[in-house]
């Protein structure tokens, strides 16, 4: 009897000390501060809740960098992190704030658009916490990993069906955590449908010409190293396309499907009047087919599993390289966010251009990799 008492005191013991470690753990990453720096040419810098008051306090409230240039003209505003497992767009939003100066219009930059998700990971897929970057000084910045979903902290419980508002599409009911599809969002509804109101209310009130929301997607998944355009996009996204094209970076179109509701390229495009584009590139560590995901496997898109998946001709991406680095995944969306530039300029009036220098090129972001351009 006495030894049966032992044993279920040692178990116990042990439970709250592997709960105790697992949930320091958690409330660490929770409250962690991401140290994302001020660029020195950024004009201002706003909280999102600006455009949706029901957000001051919580975790879906986010930093808005405005680079404002002395001339007036067009605007853009870039999402980084819509998923936050996506790291590529996290840390091409903050390259794109540290390091760009805008001449002519506007950029607007929000990093961490669903700044829930990257308060918790997705642990029981194994996914890393943090990413580390090494600046030119040798410093080391640590940046969030997070979740594809709002934090269910945030936003519980999950229905079983979740009906989009506008639309009355219906989906799972863990949908409802998806930012990407509460679009064009819901002034005091979820957490997630109240951040994406507070985007589609800051398009319109300020007249945000073009938008640019950056992903990236498994490899075998078909919509992958591609754009998603919607239909008054298509012009500007075709011309951005054929630039990288002829830069001998892959990317291939997709128009928005127009049954498809709450995505970015769909209810941006059609409750605003901003060209709406999404932009997708191949990451292994979100694969169903990845091995063991840790940092590594994030940082530097290396997995055997994948070289055997290119080899039998599984996947959308070229793997034959074995490997799908952050800096490559980094380089794309910067490369497409300065071909879209471009090719918006083209078909805008002299007074609406966007004029804009310090985005790396595709091929320095290859060679000197992200923490070079990191403050
Ligand atoms: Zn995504």
């Not at 805008?102 to 607007?108: D, F, Q």
């Amino acid at each position: 009897m006495k030894k049966t008492y032992m044993r279920a005191a040692v178990i116990l013991v042990c439970a709250a000390l592997v709960g105790g470690i697992a949930g320091y753990s958690f409330y660490k990453k929770r409250h962690f501060k991401e140290d994302i720096v001020q660029g020195e040419n950024v004009t201002e810098v706003f909280n999102l809740s600006r455009y949706n008051p029901n957000l001051e306090g919580t975790a879906g409230d986010t930093e808005v960098y405005v680079l404002k240039g002395e001339k007036e003209g067009g605007s853009l505003v870039v999402l980084g992190s819509t998923h936050a497992n996506e790291p590529a767009g996290h840390m091409a939003g903050i390259v794109l704030e540290e390091n760009a100066k805008v001449n002519a219009g506007t950029i607007y930059v929000i990093p961490s658009i669903n700044h829930s998700a990257l308060t918790h990971n997705d642990a029981l897929d194994g996914s890393p916490q943090y990413m580390h970057f090494t600046t030119q000084s040798g410093e080391t910045r640590t940046f969030q990993y997070g979740s594809r979903a709002t934090n269910p902290i945030d936003q519980w419980p999950d229905p079983d069906i979740y009906t989009h508002k506008s639309s009355g599409q219906t989906l799972s009911g863990s949908e409802t955590r998806n930012l990407n599809r509460c679009y064009p969002g819901v002034e005091n509804g979820t957490l997630s449908e109240e951040v994406a109101y507070a985007v589609t209310n800051m398009i319109n009130t300020l007249g945000i010409d073009m938008e640019i929301d950056l992903h990236e997607s498994s490899p075998e998944y078909a919509v992958n190293n591609a754009t998603v355009a919607h239909e008054r996009a298509m012009t500007i996204a075709s011309e951005g396309v054929l630039d990288l094209q002829l830069e001998g970076i892959q990317m291939s179109l997709e128009p928005s499907p127009v049954t498809l509701h709450g995505l970015t390229h769909r209810e941006l495009g059609d409750y605003t009047h901003t060209y709406a584009l999404l932009m997708e590139t191949g990451n292994p560590s979100q694969g169903r087919l990845r091995g063991r995901t840790d940092e590594e496997l994030v940082l530097t898109g290396k997995d055997p599993c994948y070289v055997i998946a290119n080899d039998l001709g599984l996947l959308y991406v070229d793997y034959s390289s074995g490997e799908f680095p952050i800096e490559l995944r980094v380089g794309r969306h910067l490369a497409g966010i300065s071909a879209y530039i471009d090719a918006y300029n083209n078909n805008s009036d002299a007074d609406k251009q966007i004029d804009v220098e310090g985005i790396p090129a595709y091929d320095e972001m290859l060679s000197n990799g992200v923490g070079y351009y990191l403050k």
